[in-house]
């Protein structure tokens, strides 16, 4: 059996392609099937996330194309910036994955979540319209690297084994999985010399 466990080198050429929902490109041990039939299993790092046009290479050396299957999504349409502002605040704050299609030809802004009548109602409260449909989804990623993508800087170093590796500039640090600078806090020490002397007695 094809055992895909890496991401291609630069410049490889698909012979195949693994379609698969986003639900399956989340996990990291799965055994799937390519679109011409053959079963292939996927043994990745852990913490990797498939985005649709990653390039896998297998135990024998091929290389497979992950494709974005078409699923069962609602997308959900603004008619403004506000509402749609609105709206990605409020699907934040529960934690759900959310893809941001952009305007729209008609001037609605949109955004794709996976299929649920809680937040389609909530959504409507809140203005807006969301309709099932069948398309691929690709999630906004986490702001500062929470999953790695086959391929990316997050998937090409170990960030468990280097955890005060200077990734930024000017000697500043960043967190683990981050590309985002963690600046060190400044603690005020008051001067000694000044405070000695002054107390109440």
């Given at each position: 059996?094809?055992?895909?466990?890496?991401?291609?080198?630069?410049?490889?050429?698909?012979?195949?392609?693994?379609?698969?929902?986003?639900?399956?490109?989340?996990?990291?041990?799965?055994?799937?099937?390519?679109?011409?039939?053959?079963?292939?299993?996927?043994?990745?790092?852990?913490?990797?996330?498939?985005?649709?046009?990653?390039?896998?290479?297998?135990?024998?050396?091929?290389?497979?194309?992950?494709?974005?299957?078409?699923?069962?999504?609602?997308?959900?349409?603004?008619?403004?910036?506000?509402?749609?502002?609105?709206?990605?605040?409020?699907?934040?704050?529960?934690?759900?994955?959310?893809?941001?299609?952009?305007?729209?030809?008609?001037?609605?802004?949109?955004?794709?979540?996976?299929?649920?009548?809680?937040?389609?109602?909530?959504?409507?409260?809140?203005?807006?319209?969301?309709?099932?449909?069948?398309?691929?989804?690709?999630?906004?990623?986490?702001?500062?690297?929470?999953h790695s993508h086959v391929g990316s800087h997050d998937h090409d170093?170990?960030?468990?084994?280097?955890?005060?590796?200077?990734?930024?500039?000017?000697?500043?640090?960043?967190?683990?999985?981050?590309?985002?600078?963690?600046?060190?806090?400044?603690?005020?020490?008051?001067?000694?010399?000044?405070?000695?002397?002054?107390?109440?007695?």
């Open positions: 059996m094809l055992t895909l466990t890496e991401a291609a080198p630069p410049g490889a050429v698909p012979v195949a392609d693994l379609p698969l929902p986003y639900e399956l490109r989340e996990k990291t041990r799965l055994r799937a099937t390519l679109a011409g039939g053959e079963e292939v299993a996927l043994f990745l790092r852990r913490g990797t996330v498939l985005r649709g046009g990653d390039l896998l290479q297998g135990n024998d050396g091929r290389v497979v194309r992950i494709v974005a299957a078409d699923e069962p999504v609602l997308e959900v349409e603004c008619r403004d910036g506000l509402e749609f502002a609105r709206c990605a605040y409020h699907l934040g704050n529960r934690h759900t994955p959310v893809q941001i299609v952009g305007a729209k030809p008609d001037g609605h802004f949109a955004l794709r979540i996976r299929a649920d009548h809680v937040l389609a109602d909530m959504l409507a409260g809140l203005g807006a319209h969301a309709h099932a449909v069948m398309a691929p989804f690709e999630p906004e990623s986490g702001a500062y690297g929470g170093h170990d960030h468990d084994a280097c955890d005060h590796h200077d990734h930024g500039q000017h000697g500043r640090h960043v967190h683990p999985g981050s590309r985002m600078p963690v600046h060190e806090p400044k603690i005020h020490r008051p001067d000694l010399s000044v405070w000695k002397g002054t107390q109440d007695k």
